[in-house]
């Protein structure tokens, strides 16, 4: 039987600290598989140092539209040595654009949303994107680049709004699935092809139900598999089959 690939964590954030050790157990036993998403250069090496040290992880590596000021060309120049040395670098990410927690103006998140894409196309590797309060323009961007793919995490939109990208794109679906009055995802999960979903957690954000409100742990991707399962009425065990087969497509695995 198919276990199940986390295509979104943040495993070496401070709320794993304490039980660390007993959490990877956890992981190695039950699933197949997590990939560890940096948002600035130092959890981009961390996640770095973690897939080297468990087989069963690997990482992604890239600069948050919320810590964009920290990326410049000294940056991009050390990512593109990573991402082409390293052989558990999967992808470039977590990257994109954020109107919410906006910390410097639109434009300096679009060039370096840009200028991470087209490092992303030089080292051939798909691109993990964070989308928030600016999908219009986060979507107008990817269309500049019809050569490269990824997975659009935490994916705030409609399913038409994501359809003319499905052909290189996956869907990352997480906790908020579960949640009773998310309506829109629910929605999306149910008009969304089988084969463009991936499993996230956005571990240790974003729990699912019944665990809503405490620390999000991997191993709770489950719930995200049987919600969708429930909703395409069909059995769990295809829902985990179908996007772990993405999640190695999408990374090569």
Not at 79 to 90: M, T, Y
Not at 216 to 224: A, I
Request: some cysteine.
């Amino acid at each position: 039987m198919s276990k199940i690939i986390d295509t979104h964590t943040h495993i070496y954030d401070e709320q794993f600290q304490e039980d660390f050790d007993d959490v990877m157990k956890n992981i190695k036993e039950q699933m197949e598989g997590i990939v560890s998403i940096g948002f600035d250069m130092e959890s981009s090496l961390k996640s770095i140092e973690l897939a080297n040290k468990y087989d069963f992880v690997h990482a992604v590596i890239g600069i948050h539209p919320v810590d964009i000021k920290k990326y410049n060309a000294e940056v991009d120049k050390e990512l593109e040595r990573l991402a082409l040395s390293e052989k558990k670098v999967v992808a470039i990410g977590e990257i994109g654009l954020d109107y919410h927690w906006m910390e410097d103006p639109e434009e300096v998140q679009k060039e370096g949303f840009r200028r991470q894409i087209e490092l992303a196309e030089r080292v051939k590797l798909p691109i993990v994107i964070h989308t928030r309060e600016a999908l219009q323009d986060t979507l107008d961007i990817l269309k500049e680049y019809p050569c490269v793919g990824g997975i659009l995490h935490c994916y705030p939109g409609s399913f038409q709004a994501a359809k003319p990208f499905l052909d290189r794109y996956y869907i990352g679906v997480g906790g908020t699935v579960t949640f009773k009055n998310n309506r829109k995802t629910k929605e999306l999960v149910k008009e969304l092809p089988l084969d463009r979903i991936v499993l996230e957690t956005d571990c240790p954000y974003l729990t699912p139900v019944p665990f809503r409100g405490k620390r999000n742990n991997p191993v709770y991707t489950s719930y995200v598999a049987e919600e969708i399962a429930r909703i395409k009425e069909i059995s769990t065990e295809e829902v985990i089959e179908v996007t772990t087969e993405n999640a190695k497509k999408i990374y090569k695995l």
